[in-house]
C-alpha cells in the first residue's frame, strides 16, 4: 500500500503536542484549539502533593476531546540540562518505572474516561545511567504505552510504515514563526509523514512561541483539514497499528 492509500482521504497527518501543562497553554493554546475544532495532546507532570488540585483544570480539557499524556512526576533530565547530579545519568530502571507508574495511576484518576495513553520522554532523553551502565528506557515505555514522543532531527518526521511508535520523532517549535511551522507541516505532509510538533509556552518566557505564529498555523490546518489529518497521538498511532495487523 502507497502512502496515498495509507492515509485516505489525507494525505499525512499531524499532532500538536503541548508539554508541561503550562498556565499559558490553558490560557491561550486550549481555547484557539476549541476555537477551531482542532484536538491536541497535553503532556502533565503530576508531581507533589498537590498534584490533584493543581491538575484538576485539564479534566475539562480533556473532557472538550483533548488528549492528556503522561511526562512523569518528577520530569527527570540529563544532568548536563539541570546542571546538577540527581537526573537521568544517576538514576536506574526501576526508578524511571516507579515513576511512569505513579503517574499513570494518578492521570487515570484525573482522566477516568480516557482510554488510550501516550509518553512524552522529559528532555526528549531516552536513557538511564552513564557511559558503559547507560541504557535505553524505550522498553520500558513500549510496554506501558500505545506510542510515545521523543525528539529527532530538523526537518524530518514519521513515516507510517518504518517509525518506532514507542520513540516517535517530533519537532520542537519554540521560537519558530508561523511561516516556519506551516512549512515544516506542508513539506513533510506533502512527503505522506506523520508531524508531531512539540509546544512548550504560548507568548511565555520559556521555549515559547508567539500566539500570532501559533494562530497562524492553527488557520492553516484548519483551511487543510480535508488534506492534513490533526488528530492526538494515540489517534494516528491508533491508525498505525491497526493497518500494521
Ligand atoms: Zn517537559
Known amino acids: 500500500m502507497n502512502l496515498r492509500e495509507f492515509w485516505y482521504p489525507f494525505r499525512g497527518a499531524c499532532s500538536l503536542t503541548f508539554d508541561d501543562g503550562t498556565e499559558n497553554q490553558l490560557l491561550k493554546a486550549v481555547p484557539r484549539l476549541d476555537e477551531r475544532g482542532l484536538a491536541a495532546t497535553f503532556y502533565l507532570n503530576p508531581g507533589g502533593r498537590d498534584w490533584y488540585k493543581r491538575l484538576q483544570v485539564w479534566e475539562h480539557v480533556a473532557v472538550a476531546g483533548h488528549e492528556i499524556g503522561n511526562h512523569t512526576c518528577s520530569h527527570t533530565c540529563s544532568n548536563n540540562i539541570q546542571n546538577r547530579s540527581g537526573g537521568l545519568e544517576d538514576i536506574t530502571f526501576e526508578d524511571m518505572e516507579t515513576d511512569i507508574l505513579t503517574t499513570q495511576d494518578r492521570l487515570r484518576r484525573l482522566v477516568p474516561h480516557q482510554k488510550n495513553w501516550s509518553f512524552a520522554y522529559p528532555c526528549y532523553c531516552t536513557f538511564v545511567g552513564k557511559g558503559e551502565r547507560r541504557k ?110
Not at 169 to 180: F, K, L, P, T
Not at 189 to 217: C, K, P, Q
Open 136 to 245: 535505553s528506557y524505550v522498553p520500558l515505555v513500549a510496554r506501558h504505552f500505545l506510542a510515545a514522543r521523543a525528539g529527532g532531527e530538523y526537518g524530518f518526521a514519521n513515516h507510517p510504515y518504518y517509525a518506532d511508535l514507542a520513540c516517535l520523532w517530533s519537532i520542537a517549535v519554540e521560537r519558530m514563526s508561523g511561516y516556519e511551522m506551516i512549512g515544516l507541516v506542508e513539506e513533510l505532509t506533502f512527503r505522506g509523514m506523520w508531524v508531531i510538533l512539540t509546544f512548550h509556552e504560548i507568548d511565555g518566557e520559556r521555549l515559547t512561541v508567539g500566539s500570532y505564529d501559533y494562530a497562524m498555523l492553527l488557520d492553516y490546518l484548519q483551511r487543510k483539514s480535508e488534506e492534513i489529518w490533526v488528530a492526538p497521538v494515540t489517534q494516528i498511532a491508533g491508525k498505525i497499528i491497526d493497518q500494521q495487523n
